[in-house]
């Protein structure tokens, strides 16, 4: 029933393979040699079916049961491995994922709402579920994780039979012990899943049968970096086997400085980009996905060692001769003064136009890059407004301000991990965004906009009267002139009331200075153990 | 002054060596274990280890400990809770091991035991679970009773099926005719037939504007006292729901020797109580965390706190109720009077040898036997 199409087709080579050595040996000319996702049926074939048995319709036992994303096949192959004594090489294991997740893979619109996991953004905070589904699975792990996997109701329940043979003792913990977890579990939470996320669906079987797209060519990308700014390039892909492609980037680093980047990437599911490499030594990894136009592509890339870390992208054909402004390097336009600002795009061709009361002067251009003076009168509109190069609109890409009238320091609520010679710091980005009330002059109503990140001077302080006491400001580490949170040593500290740990509980103040006047805003911010960076998620 | 006190003190010396020969070596001793592989014998008069084992091949990350009722015998639960391993005391020599699974491919870690009043069985509170080939299959929890003199190689002589979920704590009554089982509820079986005599609410506790009371205890420590004393944790509607800012706290008390159950709350402490344990004369509890608390039973109210050098996760006091002895976590076993709450001493393991979560039980027994 749902026996994988490559399945069918390496049964059939492995039985004409059998035809043939059976004949007189003569020269033939030599096979087309496998492609990855056929070596990953064969993997899958030859080596999962020692337990997964197969039905007559040659479907194997609770692994035809379940699709995932590359991260989550991954997940399942590691535990084979660690776990059920699997062992593959290298390039078996990469081949079984490449065939898993391209035959019970996810389709764009299943994983469109949890890209955050699959690019390894850090502090998000999930909202919207069921608060009862959120306990029963998300106090462990980021409820995207059980939201990136299909299965039909039995087959959850099964799952949830694997969690208590790897983690026996998970029924005792906070959230837990509240409830009948394991009645729960193998009832209405089970049910529940097999209703939100089933295997078989109309979106999964449309994808499956959609053509796949070709990669190679010409792409320009736009990334930005939290607390640093904006990377661009362009990058030439080269196919080197089927879904398998190298990239050539030209790089103009955040801070100015022109680098190439050689690297590779695969393609899971049709769409599924993830590229690996090295970048000054370092490895990086990136996850995207393209987008239903077919020539865009969006995600993250992030520093192997330090996942916190990383660029949110686009990607754009630069070979089909798109127009399109991709990116603003700064939003916030204030009435009365001139801004320089850059427009980084692709194909722009044409007149540069900010709308009403701004007077724009363009500075240097060419079709990737426009940098422009922009000059705005006393009594320019106030708001949100479009930035147009010709006819290609980026809509509602910047804001003229007259005042800042509040800072949101975003993420709101963050998590750092305190490092130790074994295990690395997780550090925590922040930055400050300015807001203005809108025309009520009252914050937080529908008329606020946003202005802009803005610059400001950054502090810590204890977050209530415990930290306070404890003086967690002094131990959990430092915050730089950038907004980065950099945690201290793991470990009992002496010095410490307790002997405590560097753990903290902080407030981290931003200070931001509009003309005369001084605004300040805050977040949220845990200083906790280490976590090993298997641990920290990833689908 | 002076010469009096060193004359008391004299006389004490005197008395105490009297004493000490008329009863032969009985002693009270911590029993606690450490990782990779030891057992230790701490004298508390002498404030120093008295004996340390190593745990026979295989045995890592030794956890709960559970004493023979004469103290002779330690049953550890050690190689992450799949075995139970039983050391004479006197001799080092591991006189019982009992490998959980009963069918093939199970795999069954322990989460409770304690020993029948006449330490003959031993009461093991188990989950199984089946790894086939393709799947997990989790099995219902289940209480196994070994016979003590079960061997190298026990085998359960009884299973008790379709024990409730999420116990923690299996406790005897002084008589022996009662099991206790402890978890988000609490339970009293018949210890013949694991048939549930009765079953006490704590998690499905109804107090206005209270959530159900919360607990999780990984110790007993009824030692001196016959009473299990345990913390139950609630929030209550004005206060913030966190063991940190909990302003009531409660006490679960069970009386061994009387039967007698009670959930009392108490006023006035801040602090976490990790662990707790009642005096001999059941007038007062000792526990904490970071700090040692002192409460009044009756009163219901903390009497005294004092910060601790670093945070610790279980408190036993002396059979003469004079002492309390904090432990847990890292190498160190402080002492403190149990009257002013100072600090009296430390005994430290060897090498720093890491307690982490293992048991740390009062027992009496004389080592010279």
């Known amino acids: 029933m749902r026996l994988p199409a490559g399945l069918k087709a390496v049964a059939v080579a492995a039985a004409l393979m059998a035809l043939a050595s059976c004949g007189e040996e003569k020269e033939t000319p030599a096979p087309p040699p496998l492609t990855l996702r056929d070596l990953g049926a064969e993997v899958v074939a030859r080596e999962c079916s020692l337990c997964h ?173 939290p607390g640093e700014g904006f990377a661009e390039g362009v990058m030439t892909v080269t196919r080197n086997a089927v879904d398998e492609y190298l990239v050539a980037a030209e790089e103009q680093t955040a801070d100015g400085a022109a680098i190439n980047v050689n690297y590779a990437a695969i393609i899971y599911s049709k769409y599924e980009w993830r590229g690996s490499g090295k970048r000054d030594n370092r490895d990086f990894y990136e996850a995207a996905a393209l987008q239903a136009d077919g020539v865009t592509m969006t995600g993250r890339s992030y520093w192997r060692d330090a996942p916190e870390m990383g660029s949110n992208f686009v990607v754009v054909r630069a070979d089909r001769g798109l127009q399109r402004p991709l990116a603003v390097t700064k939003e916030g336009l204030k009435r009365g003064a001139s801004t320089e600002i850059t427009i980084l795009g692709v194909g722009m061709k044409g007149e540069v136009s900010l709308g009403d009361g701004i007077a724009v002067r363009v500075t240097s251009r060419s079709e990737d890059k426009i940098v422009v003076m922009a000059e705005v009168a006393a009594d320019a509109p106030l708001g949100r407004r479009d930035v147009r190069v010709g006819d290609a609109v980026m809509a509602q890409a910047v804001a003229v301000y007259d005042k800042i009238d509040r800072i949101e320091v975003t993420p709101g609520q963050a998590t750092a991990r305190l490092g130790s010679d074994k295990i690395a710091p997780v550090s925590a980005q922040f930055e400050a965004v300015a807001y203005a009330s809108g025309g009520d002059g009252i914050a937080g109503t529908d008329d606020d906009f946003r202005i802009g990140v803005v610059a400001a001077a950054w502090d810590v302080a204890p977050y209530d009267e415990e930290a306070s006491r404890m003086k967690d400001h002094l131990y959990a580490g430092k915050i730089t002139p950038h907004g980065r949170f950099l945690p201290s040593e793991a470990g009992g500290n ?35 153990k280490p976590l090993p960076p298997t641990q920290r998620g990833g689908a | 002054m002076r010469r009096q006190v060193t004359l008391t003190t004299i006389l004490g010396a005197l008395l105490f060596a009297l004493a000490a020969s008329a009863h032969a070596a009985e002693k009270d001793y911590i029993l606690t274990a450490a990782n990779p592989n030891k057992l230790y014998l701490i004298d508390l008069k002498r404030r120093a280890v008295a004996r340390a084992y190593e745990l026979p091949d295989p045995a890592v990350g030794p956890s709960f400990i559970e004493p023979s009722p004469d103290g002779r015998i330690a049953y550890v639960v050690a190689n992450q809770a799949r075995d139970i391993i ?32 006449d330490g003959a069985k031993i009461y093991s509170y188990e989950i199984p679970v089946q790894a086939k080939l393709d799947r997990y299959e989790a099995q219902p929890n289940r209480i196994a009773v070994y016979a003590a003199n079960g061997g190298l190689d026990a085998k359960a002589e009884a299973v008790f099926i379709n024990m409730p979920r999420r116990i923690r704590l299996l406790l005897f009554s002084k008589d022996g005719q009662h099991l206790y089982a402890l978890g988000s509820n609490f339970y009293t079986l018949d210890p013949e037939t694991g048939r549930i005599i009765a079953a006490y609410p704590l998690r499905q506790w109804q107090e206005p504007d209270a959530s159900p009371y919360d607990t999780l205890n990984f110790w007993p420590t009824p030692e001196s006292s ?19 800012n909990t302003d009531v706290t409660a006490l679960f008390h069970l009386d061994l020797k009387q039967g007698v159950f009670t959930v009392s709350p108490i006023k006035g ?17 000792f526990g904490g965390f970071r700090t040692l608390s002192k409460i009044d039973l009756k009163k219901g109210a903390l009497v005294k706190r004092v910060d601790l050098d670093r945070s610790y996760y279980q408190f036993n006091v002396s059979r003469d109720g004079r002492e309390v002895y904090i432990s847990g976590a890292m190498c160190d076993i402080v002492i403190h009077d149990a009257g002013n709450l100072e600090k009296k001493a430390v005994v430290l393991l ?18 010279g036997k």
């Open chain 1, 53 to 225: 048995r197969a039905a007559a319709d040659g479907s194997l036992s609770r692994l035809s049961g379940i699709r995932k994303t590359p991260e989550g096949w991954e997940m399942t192959l590691a535990r084979m491995e660690s776990t059920r004594g699997v062992k593959l090489s290298p390039q078996d294991h990469r081949a079984a994922v490449k065939f898993l997740a391209d035959t019970q893979g996810l389709a764009p619109s299943e994983t469109a709402p949890y890209r955050y996991e699959l690019e390894r953004r850090p502090n998000v905070v999930e909202s919207g579920r069921n608060a009862d589904l959120t306990s029963m699975c998300a106090r462990c792990h980021a409820f995207a994780r059980v939201a990136l996997q299909r299965r039909d109701a039995e087959e959850w329940r099964r799952l949830f039979h694997t969690h208590l043979g790897l983690w026996p003792t998970l029924e005792y913990q906070v959230l837990a012990r509240d409830r009948d977890w394991w009645e729960e579990a193998q009832g209405w939470v089970a049910t529940a899943l097999g209703s939100h996320f089933p295997y078989d669906t109309s979106d999964w079987r449309e994808w499956s049968a959609a053509p796949a797209v070709d990669f190679q060519g010409r792409w320009r990308f736009v990334g930005y970096m």
């Open chain 2, 350 to 367: 060897p090498d720093c040898a890491d307690m982490a979560g293992a048991a740390v039980r009062v027992v009496r027994l004389d080592l």
């Open chain 1, 494 to 528: 002496p010095e410490r009331l307790y002997g405590a740990s560097n753990a903290g509980d902080l407030k981290v103040i931003a200070t931001v200075a509009d003309g005369d006047v001084t605004l300040t805003g805050e977040a949220h911010l845990i200083v906790t």
């Open chain 2, 269 to 285: 402490v801040q602090d976490t109580l990790f662990a707790v344990a009642a005096s001999p004369d059941k007038r007062f509890a």
């Open chain 2, 226 to 244: 016959d009473v299990f004393t345990a913390v139950v944790v609630d929030g209550r509607a004005e206060v913030a729901r966190s063991y940190q």
């Open chain 2, 86 to 117: 039983g050391i004479e005391l006197t001799s080092g020599k591991e006189v019982f091991r009992a490998h959980m699974p009963q069918v093939k491919n199970e795999r069954v870690v322990n989460f409770g035991l304690t020993v029948s009043p």
